[in-house]
């Protein structure tokens, strides 16, 4: 049986680019690899040949590398795979912190809520960013959450908070865009709460939604001097950026990771001037942070787990 002709547009355009461009396959590999995506030589192969198709969000992350790479116009090979492969599959989600408390009581914390099951929701892109006091602990903490709806209508998007410590003090959501927030839990355990924003408008299989706010840490609210992000799932992009006031740069910075097989530092962060970032293709299910600190130990930004 013939590939149909949406299949073997994407492949032709590719393998003209690859050639036009000079590249040898594991040249253009080796290129997407420094773009921080780590697709295999075989999945560059299969789409080259036909054989297989992007799909789901990581693909499209590399698709739109490669648009860069081979010097294409922004979204000219995106726009050739067809809009099922773009939806992808979606894997069942995996609460991403390794400590069973944390793992329990957000499930809990989950049920609480009476959330609606985020079982059609991919995380396409998160960007943190955190200002710190001139103590080097988080004041506030502001997001840009882009989420895809991959079956049925989503109209909430539930979030999770774990705090550094036992507390009677909630993290406060403010400056609410694109949905409002509309009830909030804080587990017995007094360390998971969590958080549902309503959004806007409903959102159908294969549409987008933008949704921003703040965190701010209230008076009584454990001292933070980390922020990180969690995923149940495999996210395009996560990206975590510290701002610390000018003559308040701590002393040291560092990048780490949690995955299901433990903890993995991943060494210093990036830093440059008066702001570290950790940045993540293709990154989930797990915890991505920064955490920094100079004489003080250093202790634990709401983290959404779309």
Same mark, same amino acid.
């Given at each position: ?6 299949h073997? !547009? ?7 680019a ?7 396959? #594991?040249?253009?590999?080796?290129? &997407? ?10 999945t560059?192969?299969? *789409?080259?040949s036909? !054989?297989r %198709?992007?799909?789901? +969000?990581?693909? &499209?992350s !590399?698709?739109?590398?490669l648009? =860069?790479?081979?010097d294409?116009?922004? $979204?000219s ?22 400590e069973?408390?944390e ?6 914390t ?9 079982? +059609?929701i991919?995380?396409?892109?998160? %960007?943190?960013?955190?200002? =710190?006091?001139p103590? $080097?602990?988080v ?5 840009? /959450?882009?989420i895809?709806?991959?079956? @049925?209508?989503? =109209?909430?998007?539930p979030?999770i908070?774990?705090?550094?410590e036992?507390?009677?003090?909630? #993290?406060e959501i403010?400056?609410?865009?694109? $949905? ?13 709460s969590?958080?549902?924003?309503? &959004? ?24 933070r001097? #980390?922020? *990180? %992000? ?15 006031p000018?003559?308040?740069e701590?002393d *040291? /910075?560092?990048?780490y990771v949690?995955?299901?097989s433990g ?6 962060a ?6 570290? %970032?950790?940045?993540?293709?293709g ?8 955490r *920094? @600190? $100079?004489?003080s ?10």
């Open positions: 049986m013939a590939e149909p002709e949406e073997t !547009a994407f492949a032709a355009a590719l393998r003209r690859i050639s036009d461009k000079g590249l040898s396959l #594991s040249a253009t590999q080796a290129r &997407l690899a420094a773009h921080g995506n780590r697709i295999s030589l075989a560059l192969s299969y *789409w080259r036909g !054989a %198709h992007p799909e789901g +969000a990581v693909s &499209l !590399a698709v739109e590398d648009e =860069t790479i081979l294409l116009d922004p $979204g090979l995106t726009a050739l795979i067809p809009p099922t492969a773009r939806l992808g599959t979606l894997a069942e989600p995996r609460v991403p912190f390794d069973e408390r793992r329990r009581e957000t499930e809990e989950f049920a609480a809520l009476n959330a609606a099951p985020q079982v +059609a991919r995380d396409i892109s998160t %960007h943190m960013t955190v200002f =710190t006091r103590d $080097g602990t004041r506030r903490t502001e997001f840009q /959450c882009l895809q709806v991959t079956r @049925g209508i989503v =109209t909430e998007l979030l908070d774990v705090a550094p036992e507390t009677d003090v909630m #993290s403010v400056e609410v865009v694109g $949905g409002r927030l509309d009830r909030e839990f804080q587990h017995p355990g007094r360390l998971v969590g958080i549902v924003i309503a &959004l806007d408008e409903p959102v159908a299989a294969g549409e987008t939604a933008m949704i921003e706010f703040a965190e701010q840490l209230p008076l009584g609210y454990p001292a001097r #980390s922020a *990180w %992000h969690a995923t149940a799932r495999p996210a395009k992009e996560t990206l975590i950026r510290v701002i610390f000018e003559g308040a701590p *040291w /910075c560092e990048e949690e995955s299901e903890e993995e530092f991943a060494g210093p990036t830093f440059r001037g008066r702001i570290a %970032h950790a940045v993540r293709h990154f989930g299910p797990g915890v991505l942070g920064l *920094w @600190g $100079g004489s130990a250093a202790v634990d930004a709401v983290h959404p787990v779309p």
